[in-house]
């Protein structure tokens, strides 16, 4: 059996791509084919360690860094991509158009396993996205709207990342889908219970993320917070921190696992389809503070492993870090709790599924 693997795209090394790391483990692929790879070289190691990948790119490498300004076209590129006849098992990583990607016959098999709430540039975050603009832009997004619903038609299963993800393609797709929750790989998350006292942020410094309510918070509870990681909004997220709040820029692993570990507690502003980086956290014993919208409702236990704020807003966060302080944690149980989502569990849940839709298929069309 030849097999593909279909991703939006390769840029930076996160959650999205972990999972597409393990993919590739699990089937080594015969070709992966992407929108544009502009990956560092280490990174996509990380994902193809023997080196021997085989990577196909539409027209939209030429544009290389700046892709993402013509985000309107992607549905349109993703149909570009021809998939050899020769392949039989089609595996999509999607978090915005890869499921779009149409079978060059019939009796191929697509899974598509999302990873997000699908191009959400165009539905809920639209507003954001758009700002002042978005009424301007509405007959453009009213339309890549209808595109994404008839591409979300293109595969024969789809698998959500997360119970909330997989009511979100009811609701927008009308597609039923199975939930399989993303492999996290605890083992470099080691338990620690003697704490520091400092609350962490990790991830892209970008507006979705909502970073800007956790800066305005500690701003004015004085509690110390470190942001990991970089973004567009890195240099208007500094200006508007005071002195407690320290940013990091991307760091490597080792560091990440260590500022996490001695963390007091893990803040979480934006709405994440599934959420790595929280679990990573309560595998370290560490508490999570998160906005309860999300996957993250499914993966944090409120009074146990961390605690919610049911509103994106300052005066929410702020009163969860109060509710924090009056609450006892124990790091033991929070990592017990973590290690439901290890990689063996994904592992073990997405060979079945894979399985079991290659035999049905094939009894189908033979």
Not at 137 to 142: E, G, K, S, T
Not at 191 to 212: I, Q, S
Not at 270 to 285: D, L, R, S, Y
Not at 303 to 328: D, I, K, N, W
Request: charged share 25%; glycine share 6%.
């Amino acid at each position: 059996m030849k097999k593909a693997l279909v991703v939006d795209w390769l840029d930076k090394y996160g959650g999205a791509e972990r999972v597409i790391a393990t993919f590739e483990k699990i089937f080594s692929f015969d070709v992966t084919y992407t929108l544009v790879n502009i990956m560092e070289q280490d990174n996509l190691r990380k994902i193809y360690p023997k080196g021997t990948e085989v990577l196909k790119e539409t027209r939209l490498k030429k544009l290389n860094k700046k892709f993402r300004v013509v985000f309107f076209s992607f549905q349109h590129f993703i149909k570009t991509i021809k998939i050899d006849r020769d392949i039989d098992l089609i595996l999509s990583s999607s978090h915005a158009v890869a499921k779009g990607v149409r079978k060059s016959r019939p009796n191929q098999l697509h899974i598509s396993y999302f990873q997000a709430r699908n191009f959400n540039y165009i539905w809920s975050d639209y507003k954001l996205y758009f700002g002042a603009f978005r009424h301007l832009l509405y007959p453009m997004v009213h339309y890549l709207r209808k595109e994404d619903i008839r591409q979300g038609q293109n595969p024969d299963y789809i698998i959500s990342n997360s119970v909330f993800v997989q009511q979100w393609v009811r609701e927008k797709y009308g597609r039923e889908s199975t939930v399989i929750y993303p492999p996290v790989d605890l083992e470099p998350f080691h338990l620690e219970t003697e704490k520091e006292d400092y609350f962490v942020a990790v991830g892209r410094l970008v507006y979705v993320k909502r970073f800007d309510i956790a800066i305005k918070a500690f701003n004015k509870s004085g509690k110390k917070l470190i942001v990991i990681g970089d973004g567009d909004q890195a240099r208007y997220l500094k200006k508007m921190a005071g002195p407690n709040i320290i940013f990091t820029g991307f760091l490597d692993s080792s560091e990440v696992h260590h500022y996490v570990s001695k963390a007091r507690g893990f803040i979480q502003t934006g709405i994440e389809g599934f959420g790595i980086a929280p679990i990573e956290a309560q595998a370290c014993g560490t508490p999570v503070i998160a906005y309860a919208d999300g996957g993250v409702v499914e993966t944090v236990k409120p009074g146990e492993t961390g605690v919610f704020f049911e509103a994106q807003t300052v005066e929410s966060l702020g009163r969860a870090l109060e509710m924090f302080e009056s609450t006892s944690f124990n790091a033991h149980a929070i990592r017990t709790h973590a290690m439901r989502f290890s990689t063996d569990r994904f592992e073990k849940e997405i060979t079945s599924f894979v399985t079991e839709k290659w035999r049905a298929h094939n009894q189908h069309f033979s």
